[in-house]
């Protein structure tokens, strides 16, 4: 399999080059060549295997000229076994025909895992057959740090070193990443903002020498693997309530687009899909993207929901090279013209295809919560405020009711504890795995908000790991 660049201007590249690139030279995304296709007795013949089983068949392909098949399943096996649930992604019913896909049963309990643990072990098989290491540089404002700390553990190609705000996040945040003593992973507590770790760590990939010297490397959610990783549970919550027999309405609780641009893949593949449903938060430019066709950004308002707090969606763009029929030059006017202007108008006929397949819904705080109460009051079924998004907008766009609805919930309940408490009353307890968290030691470094201090000790630390 061979990828290419969503602006049609950088070198096709094969899977291991795509891991460590992320991003294409020339600032595009990349996107496989075609499309490995299922046909429906491929998809029936997975009904009853495991998830890692599904895993293997869906990823395989992707994968094909870089890694054999034993060696792919060997990472996939040793990935899903630690997950806390059996059936990894387990469904939950809430009505007629309606699902939860529960996407919280890795080591940080929120969907990022399903895929981060895969890349983890992926970059690691790869930069150990190059005899290379990598040092993976990131700022988190406290959720999705914790996701990134986890999958480089103690894998011997990668140092991985994580800025937060000091005592900016919260204490389960802090926690799930301060107690990771391995000693391949270190975090910086820098006295700023999450605005300020993030610049520091943009100047330090902009800094060439340095970004050379200590071959830095990021696991951000464009990173083609991550969108491979996540199509898995489509294809296997989809066998699971009847496909390829039935046609399915999936509803995706989105920030950067690259979840539900999973699905969008899955369809590309042969899994019978006929409604993908956004679920936006008050920061809502995707939903106001599919009810007008422009997309126009906005400022961005904190929310009970804050992985969804987002500007951009940075995946969207590989979504707009297949609607502008794979034309890499059309869409690096349209991402220009976006840079420029802060407006995208995408052109009338790409925009009434998409809009065969998506709708978005948005839902403001006092809305979420009050989802939360209601589908806790009929079903039991606790939802983190993400989540919650997702079943409301998935509920509101399923209208063929033969269709059934999967509604993909992205975080334990117990991540947000405060919210869940505020709309349901009680607060949820931390899962077995993780019940002991607050017991656990800590270990975190504060630094100044000073880049200096920051490129130094990311300098001493990755030479240690050369040593
Ligand atoms: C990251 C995240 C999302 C958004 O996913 P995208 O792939 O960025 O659209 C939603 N919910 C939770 C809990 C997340 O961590």
């Known amino acids: 399999m061979k990828y290419v660049s969503t602006r049609g201007n950088a070198p096709v590249l094969s899977f291991d080059d795509v891991l460590l690139a992320g991003l294409a030279r020339d600032g595009g995304l990349y996107v496989p060549q075609t499309w490995p296709q299922f046909s429906a007795d491929d998809?029936?013949?997975?009904?009853?295997?495991?998830?890692?089983?599904?895993?293997?068949r869906v990823m395989t392909p992707f994968v094909e000229g870089c890694m054999t098949r034993d060696e792919l399943a060997t990472l996939v096996h040793d990935t899903y076994a630690r997950f806390t649930h059996?059936?990894?992604?387990?469904?939950?019913?809430?009505?007629?025909?309606?699902?939860?896909?529960?996407?919280?049963?890795?080591?940080?309990?929120?969907?990022?895992?399903?895929?981060?643990?895969?890349?983890?072990?992926?970059?690691?098989?790869?930069?150990?057959?190059?005899?290379?290491?990598?040092?993976?540089?990131?700022?988190?404002?406290?959720?999705?740090g914790s996701a990134a700390i986890e999958a480089c553990?103690?894998?011997?190609?990668?140092?991985?070193?994580?800025?937060?705000?000091?005592?900016?996040?919260?204490?389960?945040?802090?926690?799930?990443?301060?107690?990771?003593?391995?000693?391949?992973?270190?975090?910086?507590?820098?006295?700023?903002?999450?605005?300020d770790c993030?610049?520091?760590?943009?100047?330090?990939?902009?800094?060439?020498?340095?970004?050379?010297?200590y071959n830095l490397s990021a696991v951000n959610s464009?990173?083609?693997?991550?969108?491979?990783?996540?199509?898995?549970?489509?294809?296997?919550?989809?066998?699971?309530?009847?496909?390829?027999?039935?046609?399915?309405?999936?509803?995706?609780?989105?920030?950067?687009?690259?979840?539900?641009?999973?699905?969008?893949?899955?369809?590309?593949?042969?899994?019978?899909i006929e409604?993908?449903?956004?679920?936006?938060?008050?920061?809502?430019?995707l939903t106001r993207f599919f009810e007008k066709g422009v997309m126009e950004a906005d400022g961005v308002v904190p929310t009970l929901s804050p992985s969804m707090d987002i500007q951009v969606s940075s995946n969207f763009e590989r979504l707009v090279f297949h609607y502008l029929g794979n034309d890499g030059k059309a869409v690096g006017q349209l991402m220009e013209e976006f840079r420029a202007t802060g407006r995208m108008d995408m052109p009338q006929g790409a925009y009434g295809a998409m809009r065969e397949l998506f709708e978005g819904h948005r839902y403001d705080d006092d809305q979420t919560l009050a989802v939360m109460k209601s589908t806790q009051a009929k079903t039991g079924e606790v939802l983190d405020p993400h989540s919650a998004i997702g079943v409301a907008a998935g509920v509101k766009g399923h209208v063929n009711k033969a269709s059934p609805l999967v509604a993909l919930a992205t975080a334990h309940p117990a991540k947000f504890p405060d919210a869940v408490?505020?709309?349901?009353g009680s607060r949820p307890p931390l899962p077995a795995h993780m019940a002991d968290l607050f017991d656990r030691p800590e270990?975190?470094?504060?630094?100044p908000n000073d880049l200096g201090a920051v490129r130094d000790y990311v300098a001493a630390f990755a030479k240690r790991g050369r040593a």
Not at 242 to 262: E, H, I, K, L, Y
Not at 421 to 424: C, G, H, I, R, S
């Open 43 to 56: 998809i029936r013949a997975m009904r009853g295997l495991s998830y890692a089983e599904i895993a293997i």
């Open 86 to 144: 059996p059936a990894v992604a387990p469904l939950k019913q809430l009505d007629a025909n309606q699902w939860v896909l529960e996407l919280f049963h890795g080591p940080t309990i929120a969907f990022k895992d399903y895929a981060l643990q895969l890349v983890g072990r992926l970059f690691d098989h790869v930069l150990t057959k190059r005899g290379q290491r990598v040092t993976i540089v990131g700022a988190t404002s406290g959720d999705t």
């Open 153 to 195: 553990r103690d894998r011997g190609s990668i140092d991985i070193v994580i800025l937060h705000p000091h005592n900016r996040t919260s204490a389960v945040q802090r926690k799930q990443m301060t107690t990771v003593l391995s000693d391949n992973v270190r975090n910086v507590a820098v006295e700023g903002t999450f605005d």
């Open 198 to 213: 993030q610049d520091m760590v943009k100047a330090l990939f902009n800094d060439h020498d340095f970004r050379d010297t």
């Open 222 to 272: 464009i990173n083609w693997a991550r969108v491979m990783a996540q199509i898995v549970y489509y294809f296997a919550s989809a066998v699971a309530v009847g496909a390829p027999d039935v046609s399915m309405t999936f509803s995706v609780p989105t920030g950067n687009f690259g979840n539900v641009f999973a699905g969008f893949c899955a369809r590309q593949m042969g899994l019978p």
């Open 275 to 285: 409604k993908l449903v956004v679920g936006s938060n008050s920061n809502d430019i």
């Open 421 to 424: 408490e505020k709309a349901t």
């Open 443 to 447: 270990r975190f470094d504060v630094l």
